[in-house]
């Protein structure tokens, strides 16, 4: 599958500690072979194909587009920031 980054993310990306910046990172590629890993987790509301992935404390929130074969990581953020 494809990655794909809303706008938003990289910003996110850059502000997260040293600490969680590698996880993330490696969860993220990882979406890349396994979209639907596990410990995975589909949102409820907004009516579309949201996911969200837990990485220690901070959250990975994505959309997956099976027929485009693509996801997209729509935020990053700690997990009391996340759902905001």
């Known amino acids: 599958m494809i990655i794909r980054f809303h706008p938003d993310v990289y910003k996110q ?8 910046f590698p996880a993330v990172l490696n969860q993220i590629i990882g979406l890349a ?7 995975c987790k589909k949102l409820v509301g907004g009516g579309g194909n949201d996911w ?9 929130v994505y959309e997956i587009d099976d027929e485009g074969q693509s996801v ?7 997990r009391r ?3 905001r």
């Open 52 to 60: 969200r992935v837990r990485v220690g404390e901070y959250r990975i």
């Open 81 to 83: 920031d996340v759902y």
């Open 33 to 39: 072979q396994d979209s639907r890993p596990h410990g």
């Open 72 to 78: 997209t990581v729509m935020r990053v953020a700690h």
């Open 13 to 20: 990306l850059q502000q997260l500690p040293r600490s969680v």
